[in-house]
């Protein structure tokens, strides 16, 4: 979390002397970043209650461990709101430029509750394709339903290469989304990420609320001692090419496997760090993968 994230994080909370609900912080959140930024503190997916930030959410709870916003309870369970403590009210009191933009914020869009979440979805529908509680939220308004159907991404990629190194969490999500991948296959061998969204459990979570599969095959990764003096790409091209013969031989089957994926037409991702494919293993995998299936692998 950036300085200039914690502030505005506050900043918008402080707006609202008794307190935001979760979801009323990820929707102000969006429309601000949309209305008031030109380049944008948060990305947002399309969730299960229309846009959210998984990065903003966990900010919001590191805000909390700091002790500048405590959680109320509603009485409902699982219902609270979140509020500056004195803390937080004296670590933003000397933000005032960042205060005075929110301020000025809410004061021109001053939706809250269910009228807040009603005109994001009207006004973004993509951000609503998966959402669970659209019927609810829009009720009979059949113009606003059909624009979020129309929404919904077409294009289909069978075979799709994908690193998340400069991406954020929201980002690399929201190309798998666009790009209709429905099986995200992560080619690590030990899938654990010091970037927030990318190590295992995280991510397999977050695909499985937006209807994606997630699958590890950790006997296609690389050690990682293996990686630590890698310099020039003849270094890369090098290893991958020891790569390419002790290791792919012997995991017939998974690569077998990987390929029946694609020909039942699954739209699959395999997946890395590096953002660059020509220095990570993983496009060595799906030259295996289309030297069995004659499909061709796209960068997303």
């Not at 403590?85 to 000397?94: S, Y």
């Not at 999500?173 to 429905?182: A, F, Q, V």
């Not at 991958?240 to 739209?267: I, M, Q, W």
């Not at 395999?270 to 020509?278: M, V």
Request: net charge positive; proline share 4%; hydrophobic share 35%.
């Amino acid at each position: 979390m950036t300085l200039a994230q914690e502030n505005n994080i506050l900043a918008l909370i402080g707006t609202e002397p008794d307190g935001l609900k979760p979801i009323e912080i990820q929707k102000l959140m969006f429309m601000y970043v949309r209305l008031e930024e030109a380049i944008p503190s948060y990305d947002f997916i399309p969730y299960e209650q229309g846009c959210y930030s998984p990065t903003l959410a966990q900010d919001v709870h590191k805000l909390a461990g700091k002790g500048f916003l405590k959680a109320i309870d509603q009485g409902v369970k699982d219902k609270k709101k979140w509020m500056l403590t004195e803390a937080g009210r004296i670590h933003i009191f000397t933000k005032r430029a960042t205060v005075a933009r929110f301020v000025r914020f809410r004061q021109n869009y001053s939706r809250r509750g269910m009228d807040l979440i009603a005109d994001v979805y009207r006004r973004y529908p993509y951000w609503a394709i998966n959402s669970k509680i659209i019927g609810f939220v829009l009720r009979d308004d059949v113009e606003a339903i059909d624009r979020i159907e129309s929404a919904r991404p077409t294009e289909s990629i069978p075979l799709a290469s994908i690193g998340y190194e400069g991406r954020t969490f929201e980002n690399y999500l929201n190309s798998l989304i666009c790009n209709g991948i429905k099986v995200l296959c992560d080619v690590r061998k030990n899938p654990i990420s010091r970037k927030y969204g990318f190590s295992k459990s995280t991510l397999q979570n977050a695909c499985e609320k937006i209807g994606i599969e997630y699958r590890h095959f950790p006997e296609l990764g690389i050690p990682s001692y293996e990686r630590t003096d890698l310099r020039y790409q003849s270094d890369y091209d090098d290893l991958f090419a020891r790569y390419e013969k002790t290791v792919l031989p012997s995991h017939g089957e998974t690569l077998d496997a990987l390929s029946r994926l694609v020909e039942a037409d699954n739209c699959i991702a395999l997946t890395c760090f590096e953002a660059n494919p020509a220095q990570c293993h993983r496009t060595r995998v799906l030259n295996a993968i289309t030297n069995r299936t004659g499909v061709g692998a796209v960068l997303i």
